[in-house]
Each structure stands twice: as structure tokens, then as C-alpha cells.
């Protein structure tokens, strides 16, 4: 590529040239919708039996399934990022740092989807792979694409994207809400104030966040965004947590990553729990009172959760649970665990399992498992 010209482009150019282009962003995503169901027909063909998927044959042919995936996950980020651009442009909020974000999307992905997904750092996914046929990119080579793929992978786009996140201007999320926006800067606000001026040192000695930290995480709502009104939480739902999730990491991620351990306990209790569980345990979770951890994946077991391993197996009143577990977030420093065992050895699969709360006395970095049989 010649970066003497990528270095040419002026970013208010670009954010023009976005903006009398839009049609050109959606004849792409149509384009990659009919590679998208071209591929969808070969995978099909080549997993399906008597009509139908057939689980031995998708295992035989796990690359392209999960390159599908990617493949698809890439298209739909792109579809989705032009309509968050198109509703700012409408309201008239966008401007050239998310032009900039919409039209380097764009060049990175779709060039990424015509030449190989890279998946993991020894796994690539190419069009080949999934079935597509050279000419279905043809597209790809047309002079209106390549200009955009040029423009969208030019530097004068990358310093600007760059540029504004290092003087703390960050894209506008499109939220359309005023509640969700109010959140966002009341996050922002405590990241910026007691987040992000102790991350670092947090991090360079392996501390725990301190417990006053905690204390005004609680007082903001952290634990409760997620936890139904009449469980005493905020009942705000996803995009809330998101939000509050996002604006904590940016800070320190196990900030961030706090607030989602009760997120996910909550689901959990509040769909699989008894009355009695959800009235003991979400009114104090969204306190900030009990917090929870989760607890699936083991040293051989990440995302095929249903080949785990570790055995619950009833002792009289009790069960009793046995096994391993590793990257367990939050672990230590935690008061109620949600377990994921085996209680059926003869099902296979997630058939099997259950999910345990278990209560746990609260550790810290010099005694992390204060309790006898968990280390
Ligand atoms: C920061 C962090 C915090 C975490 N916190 C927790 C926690 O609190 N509680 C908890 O239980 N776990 C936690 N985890 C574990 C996390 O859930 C697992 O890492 C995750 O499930 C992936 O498992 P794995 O690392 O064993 O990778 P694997 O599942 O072994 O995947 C390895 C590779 O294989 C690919 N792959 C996986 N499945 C398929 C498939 N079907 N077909 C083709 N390729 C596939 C993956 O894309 C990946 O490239 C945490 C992990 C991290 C990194």
C-alpha cells in the first residue's frame, strides 16, 4: 500500500466522505450477506444427515463450524456498528472519531474476511475453508471498495481513533437513553476519580480492590443494576450492567469484572433458585453484603462445560463436592460460590450437572480459602 497517499487523507475528508457513502457501507454488507449464505449452505451440506445437523459430523468438521462463527460474528458487528452510526448521524452526534471507527471497521474486518480470520494465533479462517468461491469477493476488488478499504486503513484514520482515546474522547455508545447516559457519567466520573489513579499501584503489588472502594461501588449500585426491584436491586437489565461494566474496566478490569460476578449469580438465582434462595440471598448480594463468584471451569474443562469433571455426590443431609477449578474470578475474596458439578456420573454431558451455592467464609491475599478442604 502507499502511505505517502494514506498519509494525504485528512480525517475531515474522511468524515465526509463517510457520510455521502453510507450507501456503499450497506451494498458491502449486502454483498457479505450473500458470501455469508454461501458459506451457510456448504457447512450445511457437509454436517447434515437425513436432513438434518448431525452432532458426529459437526465434531468432524469443528474448523469450519467455528470459523462460521467468526465469520458471522464479524459480519454482524459490521451491520450493526453502520446502523449505530447511521442513528448518530440522524441525531446529529456523530462525528470524525466514530467515522473514523465506522470506516476502519470496515477496511479491517472485510479485509480480514476475504483473505483469513486469524482466531487464535494458529488458527485462521479462510474463504476457501468455509466453501466461498473467489469471484463471491469479487466485490472486494472494485474500485469503490478498494478506495474504501484504503481510506478506512489509512493512518491519518488510525492517529485520529488514537489520538482522541489518549485525550480521554471516547466514541459516543449511541445509547439514545437518558438514564443509561446518566449512568455512563456517573461511572465515568468514579472511574476517573478513585479508579484509575490507584489502578496501577493496585495491580504492581497483587492488592485486592480496598474495601472502601467497595463500599462506594455498592452506594452506586454496582451489585444491583441487575437484581429484580422486588429483590431490593435497580431491575435496570443488561444494557445497564454493560454500560457500568464497560466505564469500571476501562479503569481497572477486575473492577469491571466485580460487578458481573452478581450479575451472573443473580441470573442464576433468580432463574434456577427457590423462593427461599432468592429472598436470602439477591436482597444482600445487591447490598454488596454477599459477594459471589463463579465457578465452572477446571484445568481441562473451559468452554465445553458440560465435560467437567468435578463430582457432587450426596453425604447424608449433605453434598459433598470434590474437584478442581482454576480461573475463578474474585474467588478469594467471596462469600457465596455458584458451582457447577457433576451430581449424575451415569449422564453424559450437561445432563449431568447441577449448579451448587455454596457458602464460603470471605479470604483475603494472606489467607485466601479460610475454610477446611478448599485451597
Ligand atoms: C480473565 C479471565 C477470567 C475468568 N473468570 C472465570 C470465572 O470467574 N469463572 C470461571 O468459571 N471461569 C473463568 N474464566 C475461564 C473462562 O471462562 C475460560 O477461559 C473459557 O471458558 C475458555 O476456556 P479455555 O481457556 O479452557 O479455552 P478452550 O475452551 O480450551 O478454548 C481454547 C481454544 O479452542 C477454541 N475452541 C473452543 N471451543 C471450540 C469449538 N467447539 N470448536 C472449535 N474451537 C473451539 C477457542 O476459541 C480457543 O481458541 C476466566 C478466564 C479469563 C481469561
Not at 178 to 195: A, S
Not at 268 to 287: C, D, F, H, M, S
Not at 297 to 308: A, R, V
Amino acid at each position: 500500500m502507499d502511505s505517502s497517499l494514506n498519509n494525504a487523507i485528512k480525517i475531515d475528508d474522511i468524515q465526509s466522505y463517510v457520510d455521502e457513502n453510507l450507501d456503499l457501507f450497506s451494498k458491502v454488507l449486502n454483498s457479505l450477506e450473500s458470501v455469508s449464505g454461501e458459506a451457510k449452505s456448504y457447512l450445511v451440506k457437509k454436517t447434515s444427515k437425513d436432513g438434518r445437523i448431525d452432532n458426529a459430523l459437526l465434531e468432524k468438521h469443528q474448523y469450519e463450524g467455528h470459523g462460521f462463527a467468526w465469520f458471522e460474528t464479524y459480519r454482524i458487528s459490521l451491520r450493526e456498528t453502520l446502523n449505530w452510526y447511521k442513528s448518530l448521524k440522524d441525531l446529529n452526534k456523530s462525528s470524525k472519531l466514530e467515522s473514523g471507527i465506522l470506516i476502519f471497521a470496515f477496511s479491517e474486518y472485510l479485509t480480514q474476511m476475504r483473505n483469513g480470520i486469524m482466531m487464535s494465533q494458529t488458527e485462521v479462517v479462510r474463504p476457501s475453508i468455509l466453501g466461498i468461491s473467489q469471484e463471491s469477493f469479487s466485490f472486494y476488488e472494485s474500485p469503490d471498495v478498494a478506495n474504501l478499504i484504503k481510506i478506512g486503513s489509512s493512518d491519518s484514520v488510525k492517529d485520529e481513533i488514537v489520538s482522541s482515546l489518549e485525550n480521554g474522547i471516547f466514541p459516543n455508545l449511541g445509547l439514545n437513553d437518558e438514564t443509561l447516559e446518566m449512568i455512563q457519567d456517573q461511572f465515568k466520573k468514579f472511574t476517573d476519580e478513585e479508579i484509575i489513579p490507584e489502578a496501577n499501584e493496585w495491580h504492581l503489588k497483587d492488592d485486592l480492590i480496598p474495601d472502601e472502594i467497595l463500599k462506594k461501588m455498592s452506594e452506586l449500585g454496582v451489585f444491583s443494576i441487575a437484581i429484580p426491584e422486588n429483590y431490593g436491586g435497580l431491575g435496570m437489565g443488561k444494557v445497564a450492567m454493560c454500560v457500568v461494566t464497560e466505564e469500571l474496566s476501562r479503569g481497572f478490569l477486575a473492577a469491571g469484572s466485580l460487578g458481573t460476578r452478581a450479575e451472573i449469580a443473580g441470573e442464576l438465582i433468580r432463574l434456577g433458585g427457590t423462593e427461599e434462595q432468592k429472598n436470602k440471598y439477591l436482597p444482600e448480594i445487591a447490598t454488596g453484603n454477599i459477594l459471589t463468584t463463579a465457578v465452572f471451569t477446571e484445568p481441562n474443562t473451559g468452554s465445553d462445560l458440560g465435560s467437567l469433571s468435578t463430582r457432587a455426590q450426596v453425604d447424608g443431609d449433605d453434598y459433598v463436592i470434590n474437584g478442581n477449578k482454576t480461573w475463578i474470578t474474585h474467588g478469594a475474596r467471596s462469600d457465596l460460590m455458584t458451582v457447577l458439578a457433576r451430581t449424575d456420573s451415569n449422564q453424559k454431558g450437561y445432563k449431568g450437572l447441577s449448579m451448587f451455592l455454596v457458602e464460603k467464609p470471605r479470604g483475603n491475599c494472606k489467607n485466601p480459602f479460610p475454610m477446611d478442604g478448599m485451597s
